[in-house]
């Protein structure tokens, strides 16, 4: 159980265009999710939090109008990248709240974004 | 605001030995919980063992063991009978019982264990 996938897991876009990523709880209904970015031999950065129904909530540094969040059922979040440029080039992750008392975060197998 | 430290970056072990990833952690709660997640070359997030500080048992996962200790705020990860497959970053984390579902995790920098065969 606790499945989490990502779609898609690799791509590439031009510069100036938008990209969109999907995070699906397969198994079980998330109520909230999170997003992450991780650049090569490095951790994970908290972008921001998901919650079914309402606004995301943003890290600080992180724009939201450039990472638009959508949390729009228990199992699906989106994150678009809005005007994609270069430096947004990343792996993305997401991740899920799981167990009865939603302790334990399961993450999706990332989508790798590069931007010509 | 809390913090996981893993001051070591990279690790290598001799398949079939033991092997012992360190990390510490600060913070001011008395009840938290604690994980140890590997990323092999693939990049998906795995997670490997679970603790909660309330515990005052090690938590076990087959070859994966670990050392809480509440007091010293440490919280290592011991993997026994080493495999080619273990050979991947290991990343501590710490996640507060504040905020319910959206509490979030703090991770440590990730280790990076090689295994020899």
């Known amino acids: 159980g606790a499945v989490v996938s990502q779609h898609p897991s690799r791509v590439i876009c031009k510069s100036g265009t938008s990209v969109k990523i999907e995070c699906r709880s397969l198994?079980?209904?998330?109520?909230?999710m999170f997003w992450y970015r991780q650049f090569p031999k490095q951790s994970l950065m908290l972008m921001a939090t998901?919650?079914?129904?309402?606004?995301?909530?943003?890290e600080q540094g992180v724009e939201k109008d450039k990472f638009l969040i959508n949390h729009a059922s228990l199992t699906l979040s989106t994150l678009t990248v809005t005007s994609a440029h270069p430096e947004d080039s990343s792996f993305y992750i997401c991740?899920?709240?799981?167990?009865?008392?939603?302790?334990?975060?399961?993450f999706g197998p990332g989508t790798r974004l590069t931007v010509l | 605001a809390q913090t996981v430290t893993q001051s070591q970056p990279e690790m290598s072990v001799q398949e079939a030995e033991t092997v012992t990833l360190s990390c510490t952690y600060d913070?001011?709660?008395?009840?938290?919980?604690l994980f140890w997640y590997k990323q092999p070359p693939s990049r998906q997030m795995i997670l490997v063992i679970r603790?909660?500080?309330?515990?005052?048992q090690n938590a076990t996962e087959n070859r994966f063991s670990v050392n809480f200790q509440k007091a010293a705020k440490s919280f290592s990860l011991k993997i026994s009978d080493s495999q080619l497959g273990d050979a991947a970053m290991y990343f501590c984390?710490?996640?507060?019982?504040?905020?319910?579902?959206?509490?979030?995790?703090?991770f440590g920098k990730g280790i990076t264990l090689s295994v020899r065969p």
């Open positions: 998901s919650n079914e129904g309402s606004k995301a909530t943003y």
């Open positions: 991740s899920a709240s799981v167990g009865p008392a939603a302790d334990t975060q399961y």
């Open positions: 984390a710490y996640r507060s019982l504040l905020g319910g579902a959206n509490s979030k995790l703090t």
């Open positions: 603790q909660e500080a309330y515990k005052q």
């Open positions: 913070t001011s709660e008395s009840d938290y919980y």
């Open positions: 198994d079980f209904q998330a109520t909230t």
